[in-house]
């Protein structure tokens, strides 16, 4: 199974959201909601799971799934590794 | 009972059929030449305003989203994003508008609906738009 990279999460954002910052400023740990982040809505997240869906076939529904997996691109990284290899 | 919950100065449906309980629906609205917008856009070549096509889309959604849950009359959901919306050719006024929306993505308070606008069986808009639930 191929790994998951930061550019390919960085291109996720660019594709969905509506990005304040350039790609290239975020990092694994950088913070994608809340203070001190890069300052993504509740609508980005869904824009989010949209673009999770059509790149890498897993749907989310669940707005608690969402919120742990959303809390920076390094936990998004480990959650689509984990649901991927346990499909 | 209306469909949605606005007043019939601004109501862009005056019927809506779901056609897929919970993911798709059509409404229809008969373009009276009457309308009061189609006076002055434009005085001279009479045109539905973009901006109510992306409307009539929007309250298609709606009516397809409120058909889901159970509440007695229409539920005032928010336009949150116009996320792609294409405009293919102008609606003049005299014409069955119908508008068609199917629910992509739910995720919380927030729904994404493809959303496609047609007169004649033409299409005449297309887009995807984003719903709010009230809290």
């Known amino acids: ?87 | 009972m209306s469909l949605t919950p606005h007043g019939p100065g601004f109501s862009f449906l005056d019927e809506f059929e779901v056609t897929e309980p919970g993911r798709r629906g059509t409404g229809r609205k008969w373009l009276d030449p009457s309308l009061p917008f189609f006076a002055d856009h434009f005085p001279d070549e009479p045109l539905m305003p973009g901006v109510l096509l992306i409307e009539a889309a929007a309250q298609a959604a709606g009516a397809l989203w409120a058909s889901t849950l159970m509440e007695e009359g229409p539920t005032r959901f928010a336009l949150a994003q116009i996320t792609q919306f294409k405009i293919v050719e102008p609606v003049p006024p005299g014409v069955m508008l119908e508008s068609s929306a199917t629910l992509d993505q739910l995720l919380g308070p927030l729904a994404q609906f493809s959303v496609v606008l047609r007169v004649a069986g033409h299409e005449v808009a297309l887009g995807r738009i984003v719903l709010s639930a009230p809290a």
Not at chain 1, 4 to 29: A, F, K
Not at chain 1, 48 to 74: C, K, S
């Open chain 1, 1 to 87: 199974m191929a790994d998951i990279g930061l550019d390919d999460l960085r291109n996720l954002l660019v594709e969905n959201c509506m990005l304040r910052v350039p790609p290239e400023e975020i990092q694994w740990d950088t913070p994608l909601f809340g203070p001190g982040s890069l300052g993504l809505d509740s609508i980005d997240a869904l824009q989010m799971t949209v673009g999770i869906e059509r790149t890498y076939g897993v749907a989310i529904t669940d707005p608690a799934v969402a919120r742990q997996a959303f809390q920076n691109l390094q936990t998004l990284q480990q959650w689509l590794m984990r649901v991927r290899t346990s499909a």
